[in-house]
């Protein structure tokens, strides 16, 4: 490309980045879209569609949530699951005297 940014004024080099930022959004979106082309065609050389490959992948690395095991006495509609880190509002029950036991589901 041959440009010497050391003799560029500030205003030129933030033309040429902004100029930049646009080419390579543009760049992105072509880029994107020859990928979407090249995966569908892919795809379809197996006899599937890329949505029916997604629905299939996706199912299979679905996390299932715990269900709550404990419930704030004070907001129902805080849960906890008993695993991880204990919530601010257990600490704050704990500290005023409860029993964790009061506070299952």
Do not use: C
Request: no cysteine; glycine share 6%; proline share 2%.
């Amino acid at each position: 490309m041959g440009m010497n940014l050391e003799k560029m004024t500030r205003n030129e080099l933030l033309e040429l980045r902004a100029n930049v930022d646009v080419a390579l959004k543009a760049a992105e979106r072509r880029d994107r879209k020859e990928a979407l082309k090249a995966a569908q065609k892919a795809a379809a050389e197996f006899g599937f569609s890329l949505s029916e490959l997604s629905d299939g992948s996706s199912k299979s690395l679905k996390i299932s949530k715990t269900k709550a095991k404990y419930r704030n006495p004070s907001n129902h509609d805080q849960t906890w699951s008993g695993r991880g880190r204990k919530p601010h509002w257990v600490h704050e029950a704990l500290k005023a005297g409860a029993d964790i036991s009061d506070m299952e589901i």
